[in-house]
């Protein structure tokens, strides 16, 4: 079952733009990870997000998380080509597992 | 320090054939995760092990099985094959058995195409 549901499914911007993607879900977490996919390849782990935060920055993305509505967006700022990817989030599972929506496909067209 | 590593990168099956796919753990890593990935979807989880003992299963037939080694090295089987298994499976590590409070950290997968 799904626990994470990225918005939009797919998303295209110019170099330089910002790119925002966000994700809901439906019970209550201890965290919520935000993972990259290059070209069906491994997933590269962006950054975790504990629930008593509310923003957190890593570089140029930040992530915000709202506990009260359930969501969560990542924000990519000055985005270059190399951010082309798929963008997952993921919450916990029940058996230690992570929960991943269909994810949100960027292209940053140069 | 190695990333995780899976084996092989590539494989191609026909329907009822066996598959048996291979993965090491970053070093000092003792849990390891299996996902399988269709294409267009998100990874969707199969096992987690943890100290050579199952600690997680996800919703996938018993043709599905995994193990893992004293050396914290995983092998997932799978049996009868069918067209449906075509996907990715990812392998994924982490130092404990810490649920996702933890970043797991993946290899870059196994493409199983089935004829």
């Known amino acids: 079952s799904q626990q994470g549901e990225e918005d939009p499914q797919a998303l295209s911007i110019q170099e330089g733009e910002n790119a925002t993607m966000n994700c809901s879900y439906k019970?209550?977490?201890?965290?919520l990870q935000w993972y990259r996919q290059n070209s069906g390849r491994g997933l590269v782990h962006l950054i975790l997000i504990r629930s008593n935060e509310r923003e957190k920055h890593s570089g140029r993305l930040r992530v915000t998380l709202d506990t009260s509505k359930k969501s969560s967006s990542l924000l990519i700022t000055a985005s270059r080509a190399a951010d082309t990817a798929s963008y997952f989030c993921a919450t916990g599972g029940s058996q230690g597992n992570l929960i991943f929506g269909k994810g949100t496909k960027l292209s940053v067209k140069p | 320090d190695a990333g995780v590593t899976q084996s092989p990168t590539h494989l191609i099956k026909t329907r009822g054939q066996h598959v048996t796919l291979r993965c090491s753990p970053i070093s000092g890593h003792k849990s390891v995760s299996w996902y399988q990935q269709v294409l267009g979807q998100g990874p969707q989880f199969i096992f987690q092990y943890y100290e050579k003992e199952e600690r997680g299963r996800g919703n996938f037939p018993d043709r599905f099985s995994a193990r893992q080694f004293p050396n914290y090295s995983s092998e997932l089987n799978v049996n009868a094959l069918l067209l449906g298994d075509s996907a990715l499976y990812l392998c994924?590590?982490?130092?404990?058995?810490?649920?996702?409070?933890?970043?797991?950290?993946f290899g870059p997968g196994t493409r199983l195409l089935v004829l």
């Open positions: 994924a590590s982490s130092r404990e058995w810490t649920g996702s409070r933890e970043t797991q950290y």
């Open positions: 019970t209550s977490i201890n965290n």
